[in-house]
């Protein structure tokens, strides 16, 4: 079993900036690779952002590559997505997830899910 618990949504400016917090628990966490999916309201979920366990390779969804950067502190075992350049569009309870060793090609296969915080974009 995996926890995850996100942290940092809250209500930024068009242009603004905002780091989630994704802090993973239980047993073998360290091997997990840990991704962000967000939902926004009316849409159907869609994924933004993976890290995987080993080499730490990345991957983002073309909408957010180049603004959102997301990394892993393993001492910590914690994942940030630090997002910048932010649009009305980016929008949405964003979820952490969890997926062993690989990021999987969609976020129908992560297994362990966190609860969601939720980002606002607006003026």
């Known amino acids: 079993q995996v926890q995850l618990v996100e942290s940092g949504g809250g209500l930024v400016q068009p242009g603004g900036s905002l780091r989630l917090s994704c802090a993973a628990s239980g047993s073998f966490a360290a091997y997990y690779a840990i991704g962000w999916v967000r939902q926004a309201p009316g849409k159907e979920r869609e994924g933004v952002s993976c890290?995987?366990?080993?080499?730490?390779?990345?991957v983002y969804a073309d909408s957010v590559n180049g603004r959102f950067t997301i990394y892993r502190d393993n001492a910590k075992n914690t994942v940030y997505l630090q997002m910048n350049s932010l649009k009305p569009e980016d929008t949405a309870v964003y979820y952490c997830a969890a997926a062993l060793y690989y990021c999987p090609n969609d976020s129908s296969g992560m297994v362990y899910w966190g609860k969601g915080t939720l980002v606002t974009v607006s003026s």
């Open positions: 890290i995987g366990s080993g080499d730490g390779s990345t």
